[in-house]
């Protein structure tokens, strides 16, 4: 269940220092910190991305990153803080970018997790991705990764 009082909406700056922490500690963890609060700046002011926060009342409980492209799109980063997972937050914030590639006319959105994240994986697949690809070291050669897709349109008319 959804829960109450949430919402989606682009992130500010002044959110990107907690963004940066929950991204290295909830995702980046063992690999270094590469979305430091300066790089998340320059990815909200960046016009091929959509950086979106999920908010409880006023309080930040997620985030979402998309890269949008010609034709397809890459769903970059997406945590939701502990806490408050298992509320159908994830999948809103997965959603609510997913409306703006169909809107952008995207046909496919890519996600790559990591290979030792089963969670994570069915996560994804109850969205409607499909494991394309295992690609080893992926993840700065210390972790092997699963690249994900999702077909949001055909790119052929059949009809």
């Known amino acids: 269940m959804l829960a109450d009082k949430t919402y989606i909406e682009f992130a500010r700056l002044s959110d990107v220092a907690e963004i940066s922490r929950i991204s290295r500690d909830e995702i980046e963890y063992g690999l270094g910190?590469?979305?430091?609060?300066?790089?998340?700046?320059?990815?909200?002011?960046?016009?091929?991305?959509?950086?979106?926060?999920?908010?409880?009342d006023k309080k930040l409980v997620g985030f979402g990153i998309m890269t949008y492209r010609k034709d397809q799109a890459n769903l970059d980063l997406l945590a939701v803080k502990e806490g408050f997972r298992r509320k159908k937050i994830g999948t809103q914030i997965v959603l609510w970018l997913e409306k703006v590639a169909i809107t952008s006319g995207i046909?496919?959105?890519?996600?790559?997790?990591?290979?030792?994240?089963?969670?994570?994986?069915?996560?994804?697949?109850?969205?409607?991705?499909?494991?394309?690809?295992?690609?080893?070291?992926?993840?700065?050669?210390?972790?092997?990764?699963?690249?994900?897709?999702?077909?949001?349109?055909?790119?052929?008319?059949?009809?």
Do not use: C
């Open 33 to 56: 910190w590469d979305y430091t609060s300066g790089k998340l700046t320059q990815l909200i002011k960046n016009s091929s991305k959509n950086v979106v926060v999920a908010r409880i």
């Open 107 to 159: 046909f496919n959105i890519f996600v790559q997790v990591r290979k030792r994240n089963p969670g994570a994986l069915v996560f994804y697949e109850h969205l409607g991705f499909r494991k394309l690809d295992e690609i080893r070291g992926l993840y700065n050669d210390v972790e092997n990764g699963v690249v994900m897709v999702k077909l949001l349109r055909s790119m052929v008319n059949t009809t």
